[in-house]
């Protein structure tokens, strides 16, 4: 498929990845990808977190969450 | 391990590395050493033990497959996502409240409503997904929805277990998610996912299974 933001780097870097995930035990690939997988969590409660403490950022959580009710 | 265990460790290593010499550590560096260690001897992902969790419940009540992007993300995609796909077989109002209920006691809470009907009758009965996150959390979500069709039926027929996850859940076959993803879903992430999953499983895919599934998928959604 012709992804128009993409260049071709970009899948070349997926299939060299998924190589390695292959070639390798998950105890060694899981330990890089991991962290980068909470790190979206963490880094998102936190900033749920500081949006609570700013002015009408109570507000702000509940249209964010309206979105994602309609967003099914 | 435990985390008693691992602050001895790290503590006795500490020692070891320092010649016998005290470190002044405040307490918080080493419960957040001990857990970095633990990660190592559990290298489950928040995501991970949010979907455990989750199952844990719902297997109690009624069958469920994790499908689409958490497939390819458990078999190591490095990609994040805000959400994971579950689909449940269909079930009565009674059977779905007994259900929410559950959750709602294991600490989850669904975003679109407290009220377990009208989750029930304006959503999941009208083959629309709902949302769960742990109780005061925003991510991860899981995307609860009801089998809605004879394909649904049969990737709930023909789930499997992955062991190249590491995880205990049920999942679509990868047939089927690539098939998904490559005909219906489309999207560039989708399409990388479903690369992903032809390289791991390389050596067993089954193609003409996949075509099959994609001429059933013309049929019923194109």
């Known amino acids: 498929m012709k992804n128009s933001f993409r260049d071709k780097t970009h899948m070349e870097q997926v299939e060299r990845w998924a190589h390695f995930v292959k070639a390798h035990p998950r105890a060694v690939w899981k330990k890089q990808v991991g962290p980068l997988i909470d790190a979206q969590i963490i880094m998102a409660e936190k900033f749920y977190a500081r949006l609570a403490k700013q002015q009408g950022g109570e507000e702000k959580i509940k249209q964010l969450k309206e979105l994602r009710k309609r967003a099914v | ?222």
């Open chain 2, 1 to 222: 391990m435990t985390l008693v265990a691992n602050i001895r460790t790290f503590y006795t290593e500490t020692r070891l590395y320092t010649h016998g010499r005290l470190v002044t550590q405040s307490l918080g560096c080493y419960i957040h050493m001990a857990v970095l260690m633990a990660r190592e001897v559990n290298d489950r992902t928040i995501l991970d033990r949010f979907a455990e969790d989750f199952v844990r419940v719902v297997e109690k009540h009624t069958k469920y497959i994790i499908v689409s992007g958490f497939v390819a993300i458990a078999h190591g995609r490095s990609r994040g996502t805000e959400d994971i796909d579950i689909i449940v077989e269909r079930m009565s109002k009674e059977d779905f409240t007994k259900l929410h209920r559950d959750l709602e006691i294991s600490e989850f809470e669904c975003i679109q409503s407290k009220n377990p009907e009208l989750i029930f009758e304006d959503y999941l009965k009208q083959n629309l997904s709902v949302r769960y996150v742990r109780k005061g959390s925003h991510i991860p979500e899981m995307e609860l929805k009801f089998a809605k069709d004879a394909l649904d039926e049969y990737q709930i027929k023909t789930r499997k277990k992955m062991p190249f996850t590491g995880t205990d859940f049920y999942f679509s076959s990868i047939e089927m998610n690539v098939a998904f993803k490559e005909e219906l879903l489309k999207s560039p992430k989708d399409i990388e996912d479903a690369r992903h999953l032809r390289i791991i499983y390389s050596d067993t895919l089954d193609e003409n299974e996949i075509n099959k599934i994609k001429k059933e998928i013309k049929r019923l959604y194109l």
